[in-house]
């Protein structure tokens, strides 16, 4: 499965940005879709995942503010992030695994969203 992030970009603290991951290479809409952070100097965190069923979990530094979405006809998810803030600042991952299966195994490549 080959994950490609789009949509990163900077922004001034209270804006918005939508990033959006695009799946080929035989993805399944049952599969758990997740986003993740690297914030400068600190490890990959989780921010956002939905699973095949729908069932959402989110970080509690972007809940009310972020909201992932899944479109498993486009085989897209997206990130919609609101309310931005400097802290927000990192680089941003899409990543995939089965969801019954608690690694991740398949990584985009990052897009970074700066709030400044």
């Known amino acids: 499965v080959q994950l490609v992030e789009s949509g990163g970009g900077s922004v001034q603290a209270g804006g918005s940005l939508r990033l959006s991951c695009a799946a080929s290479g035989y993805p399944y809409s049952s599969d758990c879709m997740g986003w993740f952070r690297r914030l400068p100097g600190q490890e990959r965190e989780g921010v956002a995942a939905?699973?095949?069923?729908?069932?959402?979990n989110y970080a509690d530094s972007v809940k009310g503010r972020f909201t992932i979405s899944r479109d498993g006809a486009k085989n897209i998810i997206a990130l919609q992030m609101d309310s931005l803030k400097p802290e927000d600042t990192a680089t941003y991952y899409c990543?995939?695994?089965?969801?019954?299966?608690?690694?991740?195994?398949?990584w985009g490549q990052g897009t970074q969203v700066t709030v400044s």
């Open positions: 990543a995939r695994r089965f969801c019954g299966v608690p690694k991740w195994t398949s």
């Open positions: 939905i699973a095949g069923d729908g069932r959402i």
